[in-house]
Nanobody, 127 residues
Framework: HVQLVESGGGSVQAGGSLRLSCAVSRHTASRACMGWFRQSPGKAREGIAAFRDGTAFYRDSVKGRFTVSLDAAANTFHLQMNSVKPEDTAMYYC???????????????????????WGQGTQVTVS
């Protein structure tokens, strides 16, 4: 069983930065796709980024502003959020599933239904 523990949420002003972290209980980085999702009240959970083997995928709305990285020694994934906007306000979740993040082409694992393990979520509020 894999456990994910998130940290780093909070309140930030528009244009500012925030870094979210997701600690993974087992050393799975070499064989897992790590996803980042967010959900606003009344909206569906949307995939915003995924990462595996040094390759990252991003939703267009965050591309160029958000960056996913892995601290392999700490088995922790990070989501660096820069130039944040009020519309980035949401509950943010990390998720993990074994297997590739992509099977090729433009498709990447951005659907919540494709991930089995989830963090507890952390709130990000941009004002």
């Amino acid at each position: 069983h894999v456990q994910l523990v998130e940290s780093g949420g909070g309140s930030v002003q528009a244009g500012g930065s925030l870094r979210l972290s997701c600690a993974v209980s087992r050393h799975t980085a070499s064989r897992a796709c790590m996803g980042w999702f967010r959900q606003s009240p009344g909206k569906a959970r949307e995939g915003i980024a995924a990462f595996r083997d040094g390759t990252a995928f991003y939703r267009d709305s965050v591309k160029g502003r958000f960056t996913v990285s892995l601290d392999a020694a700490a088995n922790t994934f990070h989501l660096q959020m820069n130039s944040v906007k009020p519309e980035d306000t949401a509950m943010y979740y990390c998720a993990l599933d074994f297997g590739p993040c992509t099977t090729g082409g433009a498709w990447w694992r951005s659907s919540a239904s494709l991930y089995h393990f989830w963090g507890q979520g952390t709130q990000v509020t941009v004002s």
